[in-house]
């Protein structure tokens, strides 16, 4: 399949941007945005972005075959972990998904289209209707990691009808733009309100018109990376920024139903799901003590089960560095285990596939992902959490096993803790399309709110 130049970041490689083009290209996203998107019904965007899920599952749809033939070679991830990952997205793609969503974060699926009566039933004063408007151009600078971020936004700004140029990390636009191209298959004129691009980021010349042009501009990355985009938004705009985040998994003490072995399995789940580069995959699993398994027999498990993910779902190639960098963290620990009995090591033999290491004591440590993963013993979650201080308030998600009895508790005490999302362990890179994105309305951030008070 040869896909058409709808996009720039379909051109050559060869292909020079320059900043006027640039600058065209928004002219052009507002202009069509104002013949063929801002008047189109919340429902029919709904009915159309279902339609494109529900083709992304069809395992012959041309274009989800071009993004398995061609992915893996753009984005290192091997098709299995690309089929799991493109499918857990576009399973949620659908009607009652997506209406849900607009019902979350807006109150009304209509609120986009009219005034719609809001309030509570009994209140007080004028009555009161209330619509939403979303900008009309948002500029989005998304991640390089894994694509399932940037086309969640691409589905957001469809949504609350604004127009969308999409800056890919250098590389890292494949996907999304297959993501596109499946948009403007389904209907070209909402493709032809969205531009997708890739240039190696921080280069302010090309990117000033762009900054300039939006209402709205999202970013994600670094802490640092996120600083150095706010400087440059213009005070008219609005600045969504999504930045470093980590997350572990708890297995508490009554937490082993219905079995030891399918924990292990939801437990390799998250850290076999896009590889653990996303801020949802867990660092550290932390095992409660007083349960089924202990800590450490968890872990030879776990090292089972990773290994086996191996043979069904291989992780892929590595570029040479990252790779070194996971020998080099081996060694650390090939050495701690050699001397002390608190120290555990497994590892897949002849690769960096995958790593498993058991320590006693329970720091939170940073991993070097790629299936890297530490297990680490807690008498109880207050442990883990004074353990977990250092990441305090940068932690995105927890992967919580726990009885039914004791769950409640166990995420309420995370809450408050500053968890901002709590899931069962298995699906912690499988957010629901209604996740509230570091604790905040992912959808809701992007419009703006009018209120008519009548009587």
């Known amino acids: 399949m040869n896909l058409p130049n709808y996009f720039l970041a379909d051109l050559p490689p060869e292909a020079v941007l320059g900043a006027s083009m640039l600058e065209e290209a928004c002219l052009t996203l507002k202009r069509n945005r104002e013949k063929y998107l801002a008047g189109r019904s919340t429902h029919a965007l709904v009915e159309i972005l279902s339609e494109v899920g529900a083709n992304w599952l069809r395992p012959d749809y041309a274009i989800r075959k071009l993004a398995l033939e061609l992915g893996p070679g753009a984005t290192g991830f091997s098709v299995q972990t690309l089929t799991r990952g493109l499918e857990s997205f576009f399973r949620q793609l659908d009607s009652e998904s997506l209406t849900g969503l607009l019902v979350q974060d807006l109150g009304s699926p209509k609120r986009l289209d009219h005034m719609t009566a809001g309030g509570a039933p009994h209140q007080e004063g004028p009555a009161r209707s209330a619509t939403v408007t979303g900008p009309e151009l948002i500029f989005h600078i998304a991640a390089g990691n894994i694509p399932n971020p940037a086309m969640t936004s691409i589905v957001l700004g469809l949504l609350t009808r604004s127009a969308q140029f999409v800056k ?11 993501f596109a191209h499946s948009l403007y298959e389904a209907e070209r004129k909402l493709g032809a309100c969205l531009e997708i691009a890739e240039w190696p980021g921080g280069n302010a010349e090309l990117e000033r018109g762009l900054f300039d042009a939006a209402d709205c501009v999202t970013a994600a990355g670094s802490d640092e990376t996120l600083a150095d985009i706010r400087r440059r938004v213009p005070g008219k705009a609005r600045f969504l920024g999504y930045g470093d985040r980590v997350s572990f998994g708890y297995i508490a003490a009554g937490g082993w139903s219905p079995s030891v072995g399918k924990i292990a399995e939801r437990a390799a789940t998250d850290v076999v799901a896009w590889n653990q580069l996303g801020c949802l995959s867990p660092h550290v699993i932390y095992v409660e003590q007083g349960g089924r398994l202990a800590a450490e027999p968890f872990a030879e498990l776990l090292a089972q089960e990773l290994a086996r993910r191996e043979e069904t779902e291989p992780r892929g190639e590595l570029p040479r560095e990252t790779a070194a960098t996971i020998a080099s963290r081996r060694a650390i620990y090939e050495v701690r285990a050699a001397h002390s009995p608190e120290t555990r090591f497994w590892q897949s ?25 530490y297990v680490k013993s807690v008498s109880d979650l207050k442990t883990a959490l004074e353990s977990a201080d250092s990441v305090r308030g940068k932690v995105s998600t927890v992967g919580l096993a726990a009885s039914e009895e004791e769950a409640p508790a166990k995420a309420l005490e995370l809450a408050r803790w500053g968890a901002t999302r709590i899931c069962p362990l298995g699906q912690m890179q499988n957010p629901p399309l209604t996740w509230r994105h570091d604790g905040r309305p992912a959808l809701g951030e992007l419009v703006t709110w009018t209120d008519w008070e009548h009587s």
């Open 168 to 178: 890919c990390a250098s590389g890292a636009s494949l996907l999304p733009r297959l």
């Open 349 to 373: 033999h002849n690769s960096t596939a995958w790593t498993v290491v058991y320590e006693s004591d329970p720091l939170f440590q940073l991993s070097c992902l790629n299936r890297f993963i």
